[in-house]
């Protein structure tokens, strides 16, 4: 059980709150291996070469890490009010989310299951 008065739990928790400018998108139909390609190059790059590398990358999900980095960026500039010009991507990863199971039919009445993942993407920016 906690100690002290339930708003005094909830400032003290707030205190420790991270004020990093991010972005998160949810049940991203990706799977975290393709998602962690794409998130392993723009690792520690400054925005505007993580936004012309996502830009010119052929993957699928470069287009939904590019436009998760925008909405970082306008985070970033509106909620923190930071320089776009000053700021780095400090973290990058994608967790497991839920999977779709389909039924593929087969030979002789068989049934293959196919696997239909998603991810959960997560950007944090800095300022340098």
Request: hydrophobic fraction near 35%; include cysteine; glycine fraction near 4%.
């Amino acid at each position: 059980m906690a100690k002290g008065h339930r708003s005094q739990i909830k400032r003290e928790r707030n205190e420790n709150k991270d004020t990093r400018p991010s972005a998160k998108l949810s049940y991203a139909r990706v799977s975290v291996q393709k998602a962690c390609f794409v998130l392993d190059a723009i690792r520690g790059k400054d925005v505007k070469t993580a936004l012309a590398i996502l830009d010119y990358n052929p993957r699928y999900a470069s287009q939904i890490t590019a436009k998760l980095l925008r909405s970082a960026i306008a985070n970033a500039e509106n909620n923190n009010g930071m320089n776009a010009d000053h700021l780095y991507i400090e973290e990058c990863y994608a967790n497991k989310g839920p999977t779709m199971k389909r039924i593929r039919p087969r030979a002789q009445g068989r049934a293959y299951r196919i696997e239909k993942r998603m991810s959960h993407i997560t950007i944090v920016l800095n300022e340098r």
